[in-house]
């Protein structure tokens, strides 16, 4: 079955032709079923190459000769091994479920064809993320996430508003994937082939002897394309944005599948990233400080997606956090757990928009508990996991990735800490103010409450089953000798911690995790239990302003690159280019009204020119030729 | 006689010549005028003829002489024709070339 791997790929980007190509005549629900089909295909691959993992296959399935040129050879090769097999289950098997999600939730949408051809695409540009075998194939898989991003941020392209945004997520997607490129062509240049098992078999035989600062530079630059797309301080500003997509999307993308995209590359070069302790350094302080900064403004804000969007950024400065310290396994445990729960909040918060009708605004809710009970109890499961309490699966992970930090950097370990207490908090607050208490909303929605159908909750419901179980593939040391994914992904990726936990701290750091987590999303529930919502002020002010962070892009960035294309349009394009070209019409326009003067009919004028041209061709001939 | 003032005076005429061409109106004038500077060519060959014992630039100065002769001719012919329309030889009337 690994020799079909290409299957993978290949359903969902069949399900984009069709969709794509017949948009026009496809009836909705077909579009829908042809979209969720090709998604449920793929899982089924996944399924059977995963089972083939876990005993031990891991081969590389080359589909044709890409690149080949001189010494450069790059193939379109599939790397099949257990780092891939995992992210192609959660690819393919959360993406199915958003799939089923979408028909009813899109159902009443015009484009509705046109958003699964879309959906397809970015399911098979991130499969080609996750399954290529070298960082060419990578970045193919790279981009087209980027692109569908952007159609899908911006699928309601008639609201001006959801098109800028769009624009700023491509852009900075950009940015990063400038960095991307560089690194991949150090790489090129350095080491000669962008083959992942060729490149790290040079690295650990060091047959190629590079000095420590290029694989820091390598491992910087590749970085930068991942703060870009993993959305880190300071290309983080597009995600919150993004949510002027629909809900769904933001689910799939930004939450359980592109985003990841950049811990998926870090984790993958891990052997590369073993060898730039700096740049590690620099990962894991950017980690912590995207973490926090993201928490502070998710404490303050009242749109249900904005809250989630910069909970998503914070866990993924967590992430990277765990990456920094040199833990990739746990990293990509947190990803699993991450995506699970995420996609439950993100598809919750989904079904509540929808049986508010289109309201998105937290301080218009409450109550809502009494009217969707599954809903109500998911999000709650969702919540429970996010804040990181013991038996749920973001509290495995999340404790993992904290005892990283503080075997290596107990500083990192404080503020991780903070972050946490106040990812609960904002996790229960969110909870709070949509389920429970008064209603706040107006009559008219009170009316259009209910459960949403079982197109919606289904996969709710399967999700939360997820988050609950998800985390026991990742059991603590001291409470099993055998950490089910750690020997999963051994190899090809193990943490590179330098130190390990004693047992008893690691049962100190258990317990204050826990009690963290408790005790701040207990808070977050009592302080919004009876909420007032007067203006903010001061520091609650710029938190709710996002700490002013656009409008210093804007100012320092963007009006400056704004003003010099201006200076080229007026100088170089109007002046300049124009210039030479209109110039040379009205050159010749003068010149022929000044030479027409020369035929006037006269016959003495005629005899004056002969003269001169006589004259002159003598001169010419006496002077100039030798 | 130093050749300079050979060439000197057949400059001059040859000025001269040029001098009526381009300025007078008449057009018989201008025919005297290009006939002038002819001459002028003329006096110069001979005396390098002289100059440098060589006597081709007097066989030269024979062929000028007759295609002189035989542009006349033609001009003068041309000039009648022209009479005969509009009754002047004036130049500045004759620039049916425009047209």
């Given at each position: 079955m690994t020799n079909l791997v290409y299957l993978v790929p290949l359903f969902p980007l069949i399900g984009f032709l069709i969709n794509g190509l017949g948009w026009r005549v496809l009836p909705r629900t077909i579009g829908g079923v042809i979209g969720s089909t090709s998604i449920l295909a793929s899982f089924a691959v996944s399924l059977a190459i995963f089972f083939e993992t876990i005993q031990g296959v891991n081969?590389?399935?080359v589909l044709f000769d890409f690149i080949q040129?001189?010494?450069l050879y790059i193939p379109l090769?599939?790397?099949?091994?257990?780092?891939?097999?995992?992210?192609?289950?959660?690819?393919?098997?959360?993406?199915?479920l958003i799939h089923v999600y979408s028909t009813s939730y899109m159902h009443d949408d015009e484009g509705m064809v046109r958003y699964f051809a879309y959906l397809n695409l970015f399911v098979f540009s991130m499969l080609l993320l996750v399954l290529g075998d070298n960082y060419l194939v990578m970045f193919i898989g790279w981009e087209g996430v980027g692109l569908c991003s952007y159609l899908l941020i911006g699928f309601w392209f008639k609201n001006k508003a959801y098109t800028q945004a769009a624009k700023k997520a491509f852009v900075m997607n950009r940015i990063g994937d400038l960095g991307f490129l560089t690194g991949m062509l150090l790489i090129l240049y350095h080491f000669g082939t962008l083959t992942y098992t060729d490149f790290f078999a040079q690295i650990e035989s060091g047959t190629h002897p590079v000095s420590n600062s290029i694989y820091n530079w390598i491992a910087l630059c590749l970085f930068i394309g991942a703060m870009g797309k993993s959305a880190q301080i300071p290309l983080y500003t597009w995600l919150p944005d993004a949510m002027a997509g629909p809900t769904p999307v933001s689910a799939l993308i930004h939450a359980a599948t592109m985003v990841t995209a950049g811990i998926y590359m870090i984790a993958r070069s891990s052997i590369l990233y073993n060898m730039a302790p700096d740049t590690l350094q620099f990962i894991g302080w950017i980690g912590c400080a995207t973490a926090l900064l993201a928490a502070t403004i998710a404490l303050k804000q009242y749109d249900i997606k904005k809250v989630l969007a910069y909970s998503t950024v914070s866990q993924l400065g967590f992430m990277f956090m765990a990456l920094g310290m040199g833990a990739y396994t746990t990293a990509v445990f947190h990803v699993m757990t991450h995506a699970f729960f995420k996609a439950l909040l993100f598809l919750g918060s989904g079904s509540v928009i929808h049986a508010m009708g289109g309201e998105q605004d937290i301080r218009k809710m409450g109550g809502l508990g009494k009217h969707m009970p599954i809903t109500r109890t998911t999000f709650l499961i969702g919540c429970i996991a996010i804040a990181g309490i013991p038996g749920f699966s973001g509290f495995f992970s999340?404790?993992?990735i904290l005892a990283a930090t503080f075997v290596q950097n107990p500083a990192i370990y404080v503020l991780g800490l903070i972050a946490a207490m106040m990812t609960a908090f904002y996790m229960f607050r969110l909870y709070t103010l949509t389920f429970t208490g008064a209603f706040r909303g107006t009559e008219e929605q009170r009316k259009h409450l209910h459960e949403s159908p079982a197109a919606i909750t289904i996969p709710l419901i399967v999700l939360a089953v997820l988050s609950i179980v998800g985390g026991y593939v990742g059991l603590p040391p001291v409470l099993?000798?055998?950490?089910?994914?750690?020997?999963?992904?051994?190899?090809?990726?193990t943490n590179n911690l330098h130190h390990h936990l004693a047992h008893n701290?690691?049962?100190?750091?258990?317990?204050?995790?826990?009690?963290?987590?408790?005790?701040?999303?207990?808070?977050?529930?009592?302080?919004?239990?009876?909420?007032?919502?007067?203006?903010?002020?001061?520091?609650?002010?710029?938190?709710?302003?996002?700490w002013y962070v656009d409008e210093l892009y804007d100012k320092v960035i963007v009006q400056p690159v704004l003003g010099g294309s201006k200076l080229m349009e007026t100088y170089v394009e109007k002046r300049g280019i124009d210039g030479i070209v209109n110039g040379v019409g009205k050159l010749v326009r003068r010149g022929s009204e000044k030479i027409r003067f020369l035929q006037n009919g006269q016959v003495g004028f005629y005899l004056f020119a002969m003269v001169i041209g006589i004259i002159l061709l003598f001169s010419i001939s006496f002077f100039w030729i030798k | 006689?130093?050749?300079?003032?050979?060439?000197?005076?057949?400059?001059?005429?040859?000025?001269?010549?040029?001098?009526?061409?381009?300025?007078?109106?008449n057009a018989i004038i201008i025919f005297m005028c290009i006939e002038m500077m002819l001459n002028a060519v003329n006096l110069l060959l001979v005396a390098f003829s002289k100059l440098f014992e060589d006597a081709s630039s007097q066989i030269f100065v024979f062929f000028i002489m007759v295609v002189a002769a035989a542009e006349v001719a033609v001009g003068l012919a041309?000039?009648?024709?022209?009479?005969?329309?509009v009754h002047s030889v004036d130049i500045n009337i004759l620039n049916r070339l425009k047209h």
């Open positions: 081969t590389t399935v040129s001189g010494n090769a599939f790397r099949v091994d257990s780092l891939s097999a995992l992210f192609l289950l959660i690819i393919t098997g959360i993406g199915f999340k404790d993992e099993s000798e055998h950490h089910v994914l750690t020997s999963y992904l051994e190899q090809v990726v701290t690691e049962w100190i750091l258990l317990g204050v995790s826990s009690l963290v987590a408790i005790v701040f999303s207990i808070a977050g529930y009592r302080a919004n239990k009876n909420p007032d919502f007067r203006p903010n002020t001061g520091l609650a002010k710029v938190l709710e302003n996002k | 006689m130093p050749i300079q003032y050979y060439i000197f005076l057949s400059i001059t005429l040859f000025c001269i010549g040029i001098m009526g061409t381009l300025m007078r109106r041309i000039i009648v024709m022209m009479y005969r329309k």
